[in-house]
């Protein structure tokens, strides 16, 4: 007679006690682990850019904000150390009440209205002309639209700035010599002035960035559209252009954003144009309060010029976005 199965002296041990059963751990436990780490991976790579982005964007707008809603008073003679009292928002109506920085931000407003376009259109032509496929020289023209870029701004500002001296420019002595007498540094075509210096410099950063964007577009795209008949400026404005939106986007929020910072054109410009005055923009006139100790109106224009960025940076891709939705 054989033992059953059941009856087996293993498993009467087993059943005993004298031999523990090993214990597996949970199936999900390994894998909850695994999972969780993976989670947090992404934080640790951001950690370090978050601390920088706090420390030297966040932190700063918070303290000029704080700033902002105080003054500092003397009292008596003058001759005891000044007190900061809390004056809330008077700084902002005292900033606003100041003829000379309202027309400041409305002058680089003006000026961006009509630059802004003008680069990023000749922008975009030269990178399509460098994209077409029967362009001579290629990478000669591409290196010479980039050229300016590469220039130092207060190297290119001085050369401009001796191009536009009345006295020694020699764009002034050439058109003399046909009955025009331009003067580039009258208080009408400063503006105009500025602004070219500024499409000289930035018109081939921006014919970069949308002509990687270009090149990204798959071939596959351009191939169809040629065979059936769509080439030359037909293929670049129903086919390139369209499908560089994102890149025309982000060049004009840059370029908003670098209009509305400008200092260093007209800080330069004012050696040879005296009637260029010391707030000519928002940044020069809020370096003028620091210039004169008063740190609180400076920061008062700061936060300003910081809300207007905002608004026409926001306002534009919003802007943006529902054209792009209703099409």
Sequence with gaps: MHPSPTSSPVRSVERAGAVPTPTRPAAGTGRRRRTDGRRWAPSGFLLPFGALFVLTFIAPICYALYESLFKSRRSGLGLAPPSTVFTGLSNYTDALADHAFTSSIVRVLLIGIVQ???????????????????????????????????????????????LYQPDVSPIAAALGHVG?????????????????????????????VIHSALKAIPGEFTEAAELDGC??????????????????????????IGMAQLYNEPVIMKAVAPNLS???????????????????????R???????????????MRFVNKRGGSQ
């Design 231 to 256: 080439t030359g400026w037909r293929l670049a404005w129903h086919i390139k252009i369209p499908m560089v939106r994102p890149a025309l986007v982000m060049t004009t929020v840059f370029s908003i």
């Design 116 to 162: 802004v376009p003008l680069m990023l259109g000749l922008a975009l032509v030269l990178a399509l002309l460098l994209d077409a496929r029967r362009t001579p020289a290629k990478r000669f023209f591409r290196l010479s639209f980039f050229l300016p870029y590469a220039v130092p701004g207060v190297i290119g500002g001085l050369m401009w700035s001796f």
């Design 278 to 300: 010391s707030s000519w923009t928002p940044i020069m006139a809020a370096q003028n309060e620091v210039a004169a100790n008063n740190y609180h109106a400076a920061a008062t």
């Design 302 to 316: 700061s936060v300003i010029l910081a809300l207007v960025i905002f608004v026409l940076s926001f306002g534009f």
């Design 180 to 208: 025009l007498h331009v003067d580039f540094t009258s208080d009408g075509l400063l503006p105009w002035s500025v602004g070219n210096m500024l499409t000289w410099g930035w018109t081939g950063y921006n014919m970069i």
